[in-house]
Nanobody
Framework: QVRLTESGGGLVQPGGSLRLSCEVS????????MGWFRQAPGKEREFVAA????????IYSDSVMGRFAISRDNVKNMIYLGMSSLKVEDTAIYYC????????????????WGPGTQVTVSS
C-alpha cells in the first residue's frame, strides 16, 4: 500500500521561504508522476505543481510560477516543494499526491494523497 507523508509546513512571514517534503513508502515513486496541491479554508483544492516520473518535466500554476520549485529524488523516495517569496495568499494546507498515468494538473487524476501540512504566511 502506498503511503504519502508531508512535512516542513509552518508559520512564515511574507517574503519568506519554506521547503516542503513528501516521503513515499510502500512502493518506488519512480513509477508515479507526482504533484503538489493546496486547499485554503472555504476553497476547493487547487493545483500547485507537478513533476513527471524521471523529473525531467515540471509544470506549475500561474500563481506560483517563478516562486516555487518541485523536485524529486527517486532513490530516497522523496518529493520536495521549494517555496520562496511567499505571500499571504499562499496560506493553505499543502498536499502531495501520486498518479500512475502522466503529469497532470487535475485532482481527479491522482490516486494517492498524503494528509497534508499546514503553511501559514502571516506577519
Amino acid at each position: 500500500q502506498v503511503r504519502l507523508t508531508e512535512s516542513g509546513g509552518g508559520l512564515v512571514q511574507p517574503g519568506g521561504s519554506l521547503r516542503l517534503s513528501c516521503e513515499v513508502s510502500g512502493r518506488s515513486i519512480s513509477i508515479y508522476s507526482m504533484g503538489w496541491f493546496r486547499q485554503a479554508p472555504g476553497k476547493e483544492r487547487e493545483f500547485v505543481a507537478a513533476i513527471n516520473r524521471s523529473g525531467g518535466s515540471t509544470i506549475y500554476s500561474d500563481s506560483v510560477m517563478g516562486r516555487f520549485a518541485i523536485s524529486r529524488d527517486n532513490v530516497k523516495n522523496m518529493i520536495y516543494l521549494g517555496m520562496s517569496s511567499l505571500k499571504v495568499e499562499d496560506t493553505a494546507i499543502y498536499y502531495c499526491a501520486a498518479n500512475m498515468r502522466y503529469i497532470s494538473r487535475t485532482v481527479e487524476h491522482y490516486d494517492y494523497w498524503g494528509p497534508g501540512t499546514q503553511v501559514t504566511v502571516s506577519s
